[in-house]
């Protein structure tokens, strides 16, 4: 009998892959990974993470769209960070990463289906992030066609304090949450 494949996670947990469920999802596990995870596969000029990313990006949408934001690259703490252009060569990876991603969402009640706003949000900071942090890279991105880079430059954090600023963003956006539920 093959045994099913899992991940363990910072918590101690296994996390599997073939039927990721919601009660298998730790935030502290998610803000743990993430903020170990290097964009772009680590081709930085400094350590960059996605937890940093994520938080960026979440201050770039409307709020009612902030914590989905917050929470839009959630899915790599448990498959890893694959580069786009990689992606598009795996389509059993992106089969798996939809799948945990769903998963996610539903663990902290967010529709499945990320808003357009999120997506422009990303391309910004995809556009802020090349100009900031990979200054050796000058072919132009023809996805980044038409996209403005946010004005201000990013400043990486060191992974400690890009987790506790995901977990502080989380709490802050999910209490306005559920204050606007409760009203």
Same mark, same amino acid.
């Given at each position: 009998?093959? #045994?099913?494949? !899992?991940?363990?996670?910072h918590a101690g947990k296994q996390f599997f892959f073939a039927?990721? $469920?919601?009660?298998?999802?730790?935030? +502290?596990?998610?803000?743990?990974?993430?903020?170990?995870?290097?964009?772009?596969? +680590?081709?930085?000029?400094?350590?960059?993470?996605?937890?940093?990313?994520? &938080?960026?990006?979440?201050? =770039?949408?409307?709020?009612?769209?902030?914590?989905?934001?917050?929470?839009?690259?959630? #899915?790599? $703490? !448990?498959? +890893?960070?694959?580069?786009?252009? =990689?992606?598009?060569?795996?389509?059993? !990876?992106?089969?798996?990463?939809?799948? &945990?991603?769903?998963?996610?969402? /539903?663990?902290? +009640?967010?529709?499945?289906?990320?808003?357009? @706003?999120?997506?422009? /949000?990303?391309?910004?900071? =995809?556009?802020?992030?090349?100009?900031?942090?990979?200054?050796?890279?000058?072919?132009?991105?023809a996805i980044l066609d038409n996209i403005v880079p946010m004005? *201000?430059?990013?400043?990486?954090?060191?992974?400690?304090? @890009?987790?506790? =600023?995901?977990?502080e963003r989380f709490v802050e956006l999910s209490h306005e949450?559920?204050? *606007?539920?409760? &009203?």
């Amino acid at each position: 009998m093959t #045994a099913l494949p !899992y991940v363990s996670t910072h918590a101690g947990k296994q996390f599997f892959f073939a039927h990721p $469920a919601k009660s298998e999802i730790r935030l +502290g596990d998610i803000a743990h990974s993430l903020s170990q995870i290097c964009r772009f596969t +680590g081709h930085t000029d400094q350590f960059y993470s996605v937890a940093q990313h994520c &938080v960026l990006a979440s201050y =770039l949408v409307d709020p009612q769209h902030a914590l989905h934001a917050l929470m839009h690259d959630a #899915a790599e $703490a !448990y498959v +890893g960070d694959v580069s786009m252009p =990689l992606k598009t060569l795996l389509p059993d !990876y992106k089969e798996i990463e939809k799948s &945990v991603e769903k998963a996610i969402f /539903a663990r902290f +009640g967010l529709p499945e289906q990320i808003p357009h @706003a999120i997506k422009h /949000a990303d391309l910004v900071m =995809l556009a802020t992030e090349k100009r900031d942090l990979m200054p050796n890279v000058t072919e132009d991105w023809a996805i980044l066609d038409n996209i403005v880079p946010m004005g *201000r430059k990013i400043h990486p954090l060191r992974s400690h304090q @890009a987790k506790m =600023l995901f977990l502080e963003r989380f709490v802050e956006l999910s209490h306005e949450t559920h204050a *606007r539920e409760a &009203v």
